[in-house]
C-alpha cells in the first residue's frame, strides 16, 4: 500500500503541475483557475488510475514469483497487460487517446530493442519518414476531413497556421454547404485570394506569415522544452539555471523555425498546385503533408521521434476514422470502435514496455521519457 500511495501523489503531482504550467505559459493564471487545477477531481481520478495499476503490478508480480518459484520475463509481460485494465476507471473520453499513444510509443520502443538485437533492419531517417506519411493522413483531415481529426487537434492546427474555419470552408470546400469537406460541381473554382489570403501573391503573404509563425511557434515550444526538465529532473535544472535557460533557449528556437516552416510548407504547397490545376484535388492534400514532413529535418536528431510519436497517433485516428461502414469494410469499421478497444490496446502497450525493460539493454535503448514515467509509475526495481 505504501508504493499505492507514492505513485498516486506522484500522478496527482504531475497532473496538477503540468496544468499549473500549462496555463503559467499561456499567461492565463489566476487564483480562480489555480483553485480549479488542485481541486480538480479528474486529477484525483487520474492518481488512482496510476496508483492502482502501480500497485496490481507489483502485486501479481509478487504472487507468481512465489507460486511459480522462478521469475521468468513473462511473468513481467503479464502482470503489464493485467494492471493495464485499470485503465477503465479512467475518464473515457480521454481513454482512446491514451490507449493509442502508449501502444505507438511502446511499439517504437520494441523496435529500437529489435535493431539494437539485429532483428529489425536499421533504416536511416524512419522517424522523418514515419512523420511524413502521418502527415499525408493529417493534412488530409485538416482540408477535406475535418471530422476525423481529434477536434482540440484540428483547432490547434489552425490557430498555429493563422487561419479560421470560414477561410478552410470558402477556398477549398464548398461555399454553399457548411458541412461539405468538397466543392459542389455545379460550384466554380476561385483562386485563393482574397478568400485564403489577402496578398494576391501567395508567396508573398506566406512568406511575411512565416516570421509571425516564429512567435506563435515559441508560445508553444517553451513549455514543451522547459516542462519536462522541471517536472522530472528538477535537480539537474538547479545545478546550473544558466546553462539549462541557453540550451532552452536554442532549442525553443530551433523547434519555432521548424514549426514555422512546416506549416509555411504546407500552405504554399496547397496554394501552388490549385493554382496550377485550378481545382481542390485530395492529392493536394498529400503533396503537403509529403512538404510538411521534410521540414522535420530542420529540428534537433534527438527531437524527431518525439514529434514522430505525438503525429503517428494522430494520423492513426484519422485513418480508422475514414474507414466506411459498408462492404468488406464493415467489420473492421466495428472493431476499430469496439468499447474495449482501447482498454486491449492499452494492456497491450503496459505488456509490451514492461517485457522491453526485463530484457537487457532494453531500458537503455527506448525512449528516455517513456523511461523516466514508467519509473516513475513502476519504480526501478519490480
Known amino acids: 500500500m505504501k508504493g499505492f500511495f507514492r505513485t498516486f501523489s506522484a500522478a496527482f503531482i504531475f497532473k496538477t503541475s503540468l496544468r499549473f504550467f500549462t496555463t503559467l505559459f499561456a499567461g492565463k493564471l489566476s487564483w480562480k483557475r489555480i483553485r480549479a487545477i488542485f481541486l480538480d477531481n479528474d486529477s484525483v481520478l487520474f492518481g488512482f488510475f496510476v496508483g492502482l495499476m502501480s500497485f496490481t503490478y507489483k502485486v501479481i508480480l509478487c504472487a507468481l514469483r512465489r507460486i511459480r518459484k522462478k521469475d521468468p520475463i513473462y511473468h513481467k509481460t503479464i502482470a503489464g497487460f493485467l494492471s493495464g485494465l485499470w485503465i477503465l476507471i479512467d475518464d473515457k473520453t480521454r481513454r482512446q487517446q491514451i490507449a493509442l499513444y502508449c501502444l505507438v510509443r511502446a511499439i517504437a520502443d520494441l523496435v529500437k530493442l529489435g535493431v539494437v538485437y539485429k532483428r529489425v533492419p536499421d533504416i536511416p531517417h ?10 499525408f493522413f493529417i493534412m488530409h483531415g485538416l482540408m477535406h476531413a475535418s471530422h476525423t481529426l481529434d477536434r482540440g487537434y484540428y483547432k490547434w492546427i ?16 464548398s461555399r454553399v454547404n457548411p458541412k461539405a469537406q468538397y466543392r459542389l460541381p455545379s460550384e466554380q ?4 485570394y482574397p478568400l485564403f489570403h489577402r496578398d494576391p501573391s501567395c508567396l508573398r503573404h506566406h512568406s511575411i506569415g512565416w516570421l509571425f509563425a ?4 515559441a508560445q508553444i515550444y517553451l513549455p514543451v522544452h522547459v516542462l519536462p526538465m522541471i517536472l522530472f529532473k528538477p535537480k539537474k535544472v538547479l545545478q546550473d539555471p544558466l546553462q539549462f ?14 514549426l514555422a516552416t512546416y506549416q509555411f510548407n ?8 490549385r493554382n496550377w490545376f485550378k481545382t481542390d484535388h485530395w492529392s493536394h492534400d498529400l503533396m503537403g503533408g509529403f512538404t510538411t514532413g521534410m521540414a522535420l529535418f530542420l529540428e534537433n536528431e534527438y527531437r524527431r521521434p518525439e514529434l514522430m510519436l505525438y503525429c503517428a497517433p494522430r494520423a492513426i485516428e484519422v485513418a480508422y476514422r475514414l474507414i466506411p461502414n459498408s462492404g468488406y469494410f464493415r467489420g473492421l469499421y466495428q472493431l476499430s470502435r469496439w468499447t474495449y478497444l482501447p482498454v ?16 537487457p539493454k532494453g531500458e537503455d535503448t527506448s525512449n528516455s521519457i517513456n523511461m523516466t514515467v514508467l519509473k516513475i509509475i513502476f519504480g526501478s526495481k519490480h
Open 214 to 217: 516564429l512567435f506563435r511557434a
Open 266 to 273: 504546407m500552405k504554399i504547397t496547397i496554394c501552388t498546385l
Open 344 to 359: 486491449l490496446s492499452f494492456q497491450v502497450a503496459m505488456a509490451v514496455w514492461m517485457t522491453v525493460i526485463a530484457i
Open 245 to 258: 535557460l541557453r540550451r532552452k533557449a536554442f532549442n525553443v528556437m530551433v523547434s519555432s523555425v521548424f
Open 189 to 192: 473554382w476561385d483562386t485563393c
Open 126 to 135: 524512419s522517424d522523418v519518414a514515419v512523420f511524413t506519411v502521418s502527415q
Open 158 to 173: 489552425k490557430k498555429m497556421g493563422d487561419y479560421s474555419e470560414e477561410q478552410i470552408q470558402l477556398t477549398f470546400r
